[in-house]
């Protein structure tokens, strides 16, 4: 499978802070790579889709100031939490989608995921 | 828009038995269905997925099935082995030329295979 990469892996910071966190596509270009927000024992919640060259595109309710894309290169798209407060402590996962060869297709794969606590 | 169902959200089974983990959507137009693997703490692994142009698909232990008329999808694991023991999310979506809608998960299954 394709690979995607995701860093940091943890990050804990103080309320009111900023956090940076960089999905990289490895081996592939992606055009498109989506942001998702999971919480214990629950499924993927859907952030954000991220298109490269292009303002992203929020889910509902998702405060897209307080959740800042910037998908500037093929291969990179970074996810800003600004003004961290405890609840936005969550397990946060990128995702990319590969086209596939010869048929108009595409697969996503997920990054390792980013683990943030404010304290 | 597209909705996801899973069914069940636990299972567990026996070391060697099968497990059977079945999906239903709502949307008629989606053709594009993958299936992900998620131990503790770690990614969404794409384990298996099928599309809408074949009824079924197998990769050695695991098997996808598709019935569009019904508009349900199932995973099947057989000879189940501890290693098994994760998460599991179904998806759906719509693929095409003209691009590709987002994937709707449903809530997932944790499988549970003792030794």
């Known amino acids: 499978g394709a690979v995607v990469s995701q860093h940091p892996s943890r990050v804990i910071c103080k309320s009111g802070t900023s956090v940076k966190i960089e999905c990289r596509s490895l081996d592939f270009q992606a055009t498109t790579m989506f942001w998702y927000r999971q919480f214990p024992k629950q499924s993927l919640m859907l952030m954000a889709t991220s298109n490269e060259g292009s303002k992203a595109t929020y889910e509902q309710g998702v405060e897209k100031d307080k959740f800042l894309i910037n998908h500037a290169s093929l291969t990179l798209s970074t996810l800003t939490v600004t003004s961290a407060h405890p609840e936005d402590s969550s397990f946060y996962i990128c995702?990319?989608?590969?086209?596939?060869?010869?048929?108009?297709?595409?697969?996503?794969?997920f990054g390792p995921g980013t683990r943030l606590t404010v304290t | 828009g597209e909705n996801v169902e899973q069914h069940p959200s636990t299972l567990s089974v026996q070391e060697g038995d099968s497990a059977v983990i079945k999906c239903t959507y709502s949307?008629?137009?989606?053709?594009?269905f993958p299936w992900y693997k998620q131990e503790l703490g770690k990614r969404p692994q794409l384990i298996i997925d099928i599309r809408s142009n074949v009824g079924e698909k197998k990769d050695q232990r695991i098997a996808v099935t598709l019935n569009k008329t019904a508009k349900h999808f199932s995973l099947h694991i057989t000879e189940t082995q501890p290693e098994d023991s994760a998460v599991y999310f179904c998806?759906?979506?719509?693929?095409?030329?003209?691009?590709?809608?987002?994937?709707?998960f449903g809530t997932g299954t944790r499988l549970l295979v003792s030794p």
């Open positions: 949307d008629s137009a989606s053709n594009y």
């Open positions: 998806a759906a979506s719509r693929q095409g030329e003209w691009g590709f809608q987002k994937l709707v």
């Open positions: 995702s990319a989608r590969r086209p596939i060869a010869g048929i108009s297709s595409y697969e996503q794969y």
